[in-house]
């Protein structure tokens, strides 16, 4: 399946710029989407993200970065500069933060085929999960597509609390099609469901629960976990 959407500056469409290998490339090129992680006073864990992997090619990275964290008493999983990525990355990113494989995420329909495919928590990880403790998500203005994903399912599923801006609201996939030399339509090819909400970020954005500007993001999150 491809990607999520990703269009202009910094997108991650893998049908773009030679397919799939380009954007595994890319992913190889930055540690599957890991940009950093850390351990914050008061035992926060923090992960910035900035793309979603395959959950393939992935799985070792993301779940590198989870063991990391395995042992703090609450995590930011920072998504404020997350410009994409695909669902199945987006899925078991989310799976980590629910404690079995029976929590339905949401569901990606085809427009061409018809098909709807469902994604649900992965029951094999390779780090240990993260369900019983504190989350907050980082958004801003620039999140967006498998970024929103994640934001937007944990937040559904009551799991994340949301910090920062509204998100760039894009859900659907699309295709090009050019109509002269200079013109070029996008079409939406499919679309996302979450299971709690019925709908999607798609035009809208993931609206946070704590509404700041991005940069304020990380320090108001700080700021409710030591509940000061």
Known sequence: MNPLRGTGPGSDRADE??????????????????RRVEHLDGNVGLIEVRRIA???????AIGAAMQLVALSSALI?????????TPEGAAMWCSYFFRDDQVHLNDFYERSTGATRQFWTTAHLPAPRYADRPVHVLTSAMTFSGGED?????QAHGRAVV?????????????RH????HILVTVPTARTINSV?????EGVGVVPDVPVPADQALDTALTAISGT
């Open 17 to 34: 710029d030679g397919g799939r290998a380009a954007f595994l490339a890319l992913l190889r090129a930055e540690n599957q989407g890991v």
């Open 54 to 60: 395959y959950a393939d090619e992935g799985a070792a």
């Open 77 to 85: 999983l920072d998504l404020r500069a997350c410009s994409g990525g």
């Open 150 to 154: 994640v934001a937007y399912t944990l």
């Open 163 to 175: 910090v920062g801006e509204t998100t760039r609201g894009g859900a659907h996939p699309t295709a």
């Open 178 to 181: 050019p109509v002269t030399e």
């Open 197 to 201: 909400t019925g709908t999607n970020w």
